[in-house]
């Protein structure tokens, strides 16, 4: 049995809730905690025709925001080119339902798993096949480099003589003679998941940094900063910005830590290290830090605003204050020279 399975995680609102989807878990195959991880709910299922094929497509959520589309079709056989062109259309057709279920295109990653069982031996003897799997999980038609494949093949973890599962950044090859990759693919679905939300995370950050960026060159410096109330409303922001920002970034690593027993825990970290999540978290960690400073130089502008305000309204009132005392002297003089 040869199959590819592709999926597409994409930013969404108003996601409605649906069935809990439960992974089956067979007796053999390593098994994490399932309270630890999110979990996915059925939204429906949609049938389409693919490459002449019938292939349903189930479209799941991690709610609150998250949209999954997920297509699986067999194929003769996964080291050829047709192979390639299946997984590129079962990705334009995940696309198609991701954009008319209202998901964020720019905001979505895409990933194509393909599953080998019922051989016989152990799964080294696919290697002579190793450009195949390379370009496979790179997504790459070119002819790939002996040193590439060869790193390429290496990011892999063994759990038993006769299984192997290689990761990388656009897909995974699982080899398993019984065909059981259920559990691995919700693992590689949720490495994916924690990806599109520090991506998520990251363009939040952006898009408020320049915000409050031109915010603070509009108004820098004026003393009319105090009674802005756009920039008040900005600073505000700043503050809750600041404050989630940092709860969502330690919650990422919280259920990342969360993940139980040892099998799925390294393939956890494989797949980690190969999705840039060391990489993406000291991006967000500078954008936190800059917004920090911002926050700090907005706070001394209204700081500086109101002393100034309050400086110029203590001179105003002892001017006021000097003219009444004039006034009572001139008032004095005139009734003390009429009489």
């Given amino acids: ?15 409605k809730g649906g069935e809990i989807l439960v992974v089956p878990q067979s007796e053999s195959a390593p098994h994490y905690f399932g309270k630890t991880v999110p979990k996915q709910v059925l939204i429906d299922k949609e049938e389409r025709t693919v490459a002449g094929q019938k292939v349903t497509f189930e479209i799941k959520a991690y709610l609150p925001d998250v949209l999954v589309v997920e297509g699986q079709m ?3 056989n996964i080291f050829s080119d047709q192979a390639f062109e299946l997984r590129e259309a079962l990705i334009d057709e995940c696309h198609k339902l991701i954009k008319k279920r209202g998901g964020n295109f720019d905001l979505s990653e895409e990933y194509s798993i393909a599953i080998v069982a019922g051989y ?43 299984d192997l599962v290689i990761v990388d950044w656009d897909g995974a090859f699982i080899f ?3 065909g059981e990759y259920e559990s691995i693919s919700e693992l590689l679905q949720i490495a994916n998941l924690q990806l599109l939300r520090y991506r998520i995370l990251d363009h939040d950050l952006d898009e408020r940094l320049k915000k409050v960026a031109k915010m603070v060159r509009l108004h820098s410096g004026k003393t009319t900063i105090f009674k802005n109330k756009e920039l008040e409303q900005s600073f505000k ?32 970290d494989l797949a980690a290290r190969k999705m840039k999540f060391d990489g993406w978290k000291s991006s967000i960690k500078e954008k936190l830090d800059s ?16 002393t100034h305000f309050l400086e110029f309204i203590q001179i105003l009132i ?22």
């Fill in 176 to 178: 398993d003679p019984d």
């Fill in 74 to 76: 067999e194929v003769e």
């Fill in 291 to 306: 917004l920090e400073d911002i926050y700090s130089i907005i706070a001394e502008n209204f700081s500086m605003s109101r």
């Fill in 120 to 162: 016989a031996g152990e799964p080294e003897q696919f290697f002579e096949y190793g450009s195949k799997i390379a370009s496979f999980l790179k997504s790459e038609r070119l002819p790939l480099d002996e040193q590439e494949v060869e790193h390429t093949l290496s990011s892999q973890i063994k759990y038993a003589n006769n």
């Fill in 1 to 15: 049995m040869q199959k590819i399975t592709s999926f597409i995680l994409a930013e969404a609102s108003k996601l």
């Fill in 318 to 339: 002892f001017f006021v204050l000097q003219v009444g005392w004039f006034v009572l002297i001139i008032l004095e003089f005139i009734f003390y020279t009429r009489y």
């Fill in 237 to 268: 922001e700043v503050i809750n910005l600041r404050t989630s920002s940092i709860a969502e970034f330690e919650a990422l690593d919280r259920e990342i830590k969360l993940i139980g027993e040892w099998y799925p825990a390294r393939l956890y």
